[in-house]
């Protein structure tokens, strides 16, 4: 199975703050690498898919990076409705695996 | 617009089987991938398999032998069963859809998820 690394495993930052979150995977998956931002009691959404690439109405501020076995979403200047959880997820070979998620927090 | 909706028992007796189904809407359910991913509370997401409309599957080898997916076309919905369930089991359960093409197997499209207890 590939892993999925992500760090921080939290952190906390203020409104209009630029955030940075990594994910390291464990072999190489070219860029099939996804971000996903998840809201208590809701479905994960996505945001970036093909590790750079900006899902339909999400927010300009959101962007992705990486190919191989590292990767950044970046929020370049939070909002109040951007504190969640992050997920990053591998979809070069199955199964499947997601990291171990980022928590946001409001400072 | 796409929209996948789970159903089934939220309550399961311990060695019994947990079922669910997944209904889509919006778009057929033909040639694309459809997952099922679960999360137990406060804790991420495992990808539990998965399902193709030709009913071709890829489960994950950490449930072993526990997972049966099918798909039926006809009705747009496919469905899950985990048997032999525990009180690890419980979990909100997702179904998903993995994005085509471009979309490199994203998970463009969720349910809103089903909370699934696993208790006697």
């Known amino acids: 199975d590939i892993q999925m690394t992500q760090s921080p495993s939290s952190l906390s930052a203020s409104v209009g703050d630029g955030v940075t979150i990594t994910c390291r995977a464990s072999?190489?998956?070219?860029?099939?690498l996804s971000w996903y931002q998840q809201k208590s009691g809701k479905a994960p959404k996505l945001l970036i898919y093909?590790?750079?690439s900006l899902q339909s109405g999400v927010p300009s501020r959101f962007s992705g990076s990486g190919s191989g076995t590292d990767f950044t979403l970046t929020i370049s200047s939070l909002q109040p409705e951007d504190f969640a959880i992050y997920y990053c997820?591998?979809?070069?070979?199955?199964?499947?695996?997601f990291g171990q998620g980022t928590k946001v927090e409001i400072k | 617009q796409v929209q996948l909706q789970e159903s089934g028992p939220g309550l399961v007796k311990p060695s019994e089987t947990l079922s669910l189904t997944c209904t889509v809407s919006?778009?057929?359910?033909?040639?694309?991938?459809w997952s099922w991913i679960r999360q137990p509370a406060g804790k991420g997401l495992e990808w539990i398999g998965r399902?193709?409309?030709?009913?071709?599957?890829n489960n994950n080898p950490s449930l072993k032998s526990r997972v049966t997916m099918s798909v039926d076309t006809s009705k747009n919905q496919f469905s899950l069963k985990l048997s032999s369930v525990t009180a690890a089991d419980t979990a909100v359960y997702y179904c998903?859809?993995?994005?085509?093409?471009?979309?490199?197997?994203?998970?463009?499209?969720w349910g809103q998820g089903t909370l699934v207890t696993v208790s006697s």
């Open positions: 399902i193709y409309t030709s009913g071709s599957t």
């Open positions: 093909a590790a750079a």
């Open positions: 998903a859809r993995e994005g085509s093409g471009s979309y490199y197997r994203a998970f463009d499209y």
């Open positions: 997820q591998q979809s070069y070979s199955t199964p499947r695996t």
């Open positions: 919006g778009d057929s359910i033909s040639s694309y991938y």
């Open positions: 072999q190489s998956i070219s860029n099939y």
